[in-house]
């Protein structure tokens, strides 16, 4: 079946850094992909998305590319700041059930000043 | 706006007993999601409502688990004689429906069911 693999964590690092954590996923189709944060106290909620090969989403500085050759997304962002530490979900959907997402088990990401 | 609301927020259990968890989605969602997220993993799909019907109930674990959805709106998720591996954070969300691309779920902050 379906499956996403992300980078495990935690993962810790200082106001400005580079940040990237890496997904990778199993499908059986042509999945469109998506990243979805929780910040604290608040529920998963949608970052990015793309739906083929090659796409880009960004948001919030944020940006991941659809890679087809190494079935990977990767999230990254330039220069994080405090406000970005949160749990960080990788989420494919399948097309012939594309009402439905599966997650990875998520990474969690601590921006200190 | 109202986001998803879920109640309560945490549950302890003794095992065995039943538990309802409830649910109050966005209003005008007409699709709504349980998933189930246990301690180091990802979030697991439990069932799917469009409207008041699930026509995909494929996550449920066993017959201990049943979920409804009345007045398109609130759904109750229930578990019957608990047992410890279903503690867990249960987690509803709600969308407009159609594709996950064009719809976005939103999610509530879960419930947190301890079984002792």
């Known amino acids: 079946g379906d499956s996403v693999t992300q980078m495990e964590g935690p993962v810790t690092l200082s106001e400005e850094a580079f940040l990237t954590i890496n997904c990778t996923y199993t499908?059986?189709?042509?999945?469109?992909l998506f990243w979805y944060v929780q910040y604290p106290g608040e529920g998963l909620q949608l970052l990015l998305k793309?739906?083929?090969?090659?796409d880009k989403g960004s948001n919030k500085g944020f940006e991941a590319t659809y890679r087809k050759e190494t079935t990977s997304f990767h999230l990254e962002k330039g220069s994080v700041q405090v406000s970005d530490s949160a749990v960080y979900f990788c989420?494919?959907?399948?097309?012939?059930?594309?009402?439905?997402?599966?997650f990875g088990a998520g990474t969690t990401v601590t921006v200190r000043a | 706006g109202a986001g998803v609301s879920q109640s309560p927020s945490n549950k302890v259990t003794e095992k065995g007993k039943d538990v309802e968890l409830r649910c109050d989605p966005i209003?005008?969602?007409?699709?709504l999601y349980w998933y189930r997220q246990r301690l180091g993993q990802g979030l697991e799909f439990l069932i799917y409502?469009?409207?008041?019907?699930?026509?995909?109930k494929s996550g449920l674990p066993s017959d201990r688990f049943s979920a409804e959805r009345t007045g398109e709106s609130v759904s109750t998720l229930t578990i019957q004689r608990t047992q410890q591996e279903d503690s867990a954070v249960y987690l509803c969300?709600?969308?407009?429906?159609?594709?996950?691309?064009?719809?976005?779920?939103?999610f509530g902050n879960g419930t947190r069911l301890t079984v002792t």
């Open positions: 209003s005008g969602h007409t699709a």
């Open positions: 499908a059986t189709g042509y999945p469109s």
């Open positions: 989420a494919l959907s399948d097309r012939s059930n594309d009402y439905k997402l599966s």
């Open positions: 793309a739906t083929k090969a090659d």
């Open positions: 409502f469009q409207g008041n019907s699930a026509p995909d």
């Open positions: 969300a709600s969308s407009l429906g159609g594709t996950s691309y064009n719809s976005p779920l939103h």
